[in-house]
Each structure stands twice: as C-alpha cells, then as structure tokens.
Nanobody, 115 residues
Framework: QVQLVESGGGLVQPGGSLRLSCAAS????????MGWYRQAPGKQRELVAT???????NYVDSVKGRFTISRDNAKNTMYLQMNSLKPEDTAVYYC?????????WGQGTQVTVSS
C-alpha cells in the first residue's frame, strides 16, 4: 500500500517562504508522475504543481514563478519550495500521484499565510 507523508507546513507572514516535503513509500517517486495539491477552507482540492517521471514540471498559473517542485529519488522524497507566499496560498497541502492518483491520501500539511 502506498504511503505518503507530508510535512513542512506552518504559519508564515506574507512574502515569506516554506519548503514542504512528501515522503513516499517504496520507489513510487521514480516511476510515477507526482503532484502537489491543496485545499483551502470551503473550496475544492486543486492541483498546484506536477513533476513527471522524466523530470518535466508544470504549475498552476497562480503559483508560477513562486513555487518550485522537485524530487530526490534516492530519498524517496518530493519537495515544494514556496516563495513570496500570499494569504490566498493558505490551505492544506497534499502530495499524490499525477495524472493518476493513489487511492489513499496523506494527512496533509497546513500552510497559513497571515500577518
């Protein structure tokens, strides 16, 4: 069974930075495309950034130029570097497969951007 564990969230002021981590079981990061998703209160979960098994990346327009997705296959870990954070980035952030998602989701990590 695939296990995904997100960490690195917290409270940060507007303009600040955070780096999220996604620890994955087995070698799924090496063979699967992966994505970071987020869900803000009262809103549907949305896809934020993706990284293909070949390394190509893509971002939703609202985070382009501010967020960077990466992975370390040796550590079975994926990252999301978030810079120039805005209050509208406040959400619970999750990692999962992309374009095909695994059935089980992790607990997510809360990111709150507020002064």
């Amino acid at each position: 069974q695939v296990q995904l564990v997100e960490s690195g969230g917290g409270l940060v002021q507007p303009g600040g930075s955070l780096r999220l981590s996604c620890a994955a079981s087995g070698t799924i990061l090496r063979v699967n495309g992966m994505g970071w998703y987020r869900q803000a209160p009262g809103k549907q979960r949305e896809l934020v950034a993706t990284i293909r098994s070949g390394g190509s990346t893509n971002y939703v327009d609202s985070v382009k130029g501010r967020f960077t997705i990466s992975r370390d296959n040796a550590k079975n870990t994926m990252y999301l570097q978030m810079n120039s954070l805005k209050p509208e980035d406040t959400a619970v952030y999750y990692c999962n497969g992309y374009p095909i998602q695994f059935a089980s989701w992790g607990q997510g990590t809360q990111v709150t951007v507020s002064s």
